[in-house]
T-cell receptor, first 111, second 113 residues
Framework: RKEVEQDPGPFNVPEGATVAFNCTYS??????FFWYRQDCRKEPKLLMS???SGNEDGRFTAQLNRASQYISLLIRDSKLSDSATYLC????????????FGTGTRLQVTL | AAGVIQSPRHLIKEKRETATLKCYPI?????VYWYQQGPGQDPQFLIS???????DKGSIPDRFSAQQFSDYHSELNMSSLELGDSALYFC????????????FGPGTRLTVL
């Protein structure tokens, strides 16, 4: 079983739709949580950090439930440019600790 | 804004050859990480350096070694290359003091023939 689990999708949604991605992690010692997006053959780009209080950045909202070890990402008013793979990522304790990636959820936004 | 720089961007090698990948972190970032991403896979952590000392180690083969230099750039040295080493190699850096968020470079695409 992978340490970070995501539904691989693909999620095919029309422009303007709201879409939600979920993720679970198994290591209760994980300290930091992120969503990255990755376009084909490009580097992962940090989309947002995820906090227990929840956080919002424009059309994007992330939530963390430590008790359930569950992370979510909500994208409102989807744009064509949102089409990418969304990676759920956790970081362990300690300085310079590794990131552990989920397998990613593929999103395709269509006209 | 300045980003992580990696060189070369593409590299083609024969089996059993050696390769050196270079990474220049974002200015004022003191921590560097290396990841390997095979086709259709998620990035896998190889090794990290903090203040020029190895900090954490993942699934890095013994044939690979890495170091961080006084200017904080890092090099990943790969010897006795195998076909299975063909992958995208990403370097990431993170800033003090928290060093939580990691910012990735564009990657080096290594092809072993």
């Amino acid at each position: 079983r992978k340490e970070v689990e995501q539904d691989p999708g693909p999620f095919n949604v029309p422009e303007g739709a709201t879409v939600a991605f979920n993720c679970t992690y198994s290591n209760s010692a994980s300290q930091s949580f992120f969503w990255y997006r990755q376009d084909c053959r490009k580097e992962p780009k940090l989309l947002m950090s995820v906090y227990s209080s929840g956080n919002e950045d424009g059309r994007f909202t992330a939530q963390l439930n430590r008790a359930s070890q569950y992370i979510s990402l909500l994208i409102r008013d989807s744009k064509l440019s949102d089409s990418a793979t969304y990676l759920c990522v956790v970081n362990g304790a300690g300085t310079a600790s590794k990131l552990t990636f989920g397998t990613g959820t593929r999103l395709q936004v269509t006209l | 804004a300045a980003g992580v720089i990696q060189s070369p961007r593409h590299l083609i090698k024969e089996k059993r050859e050696t390769a050196t990948l270079k990474c220049y972190p974002i200015p004022r970032h003191d921590t560097v990480y290396w990841y390997q991403q095979g086709p259709g896979q998620d990035p896998q952590f190889l090794i990290s350096f903090y203040e020029k000392m190895q900090s954490d180690k993942g699934s890095i083969p013994d044939r690979f070694s890495a170091q961080q230099f006084s200017d904080y750039h890092s090099e990943l040295n790969m010897s006795s290359l195998e076909l299975g080493d063909s992958a995208l190699y990403f370097c990431a850096s993170s800033p003090p003091p928290s060093r939580n968020e990691q910012f990735f470079g564009p990657g080096t695409r290594l092809t072993v023939l």
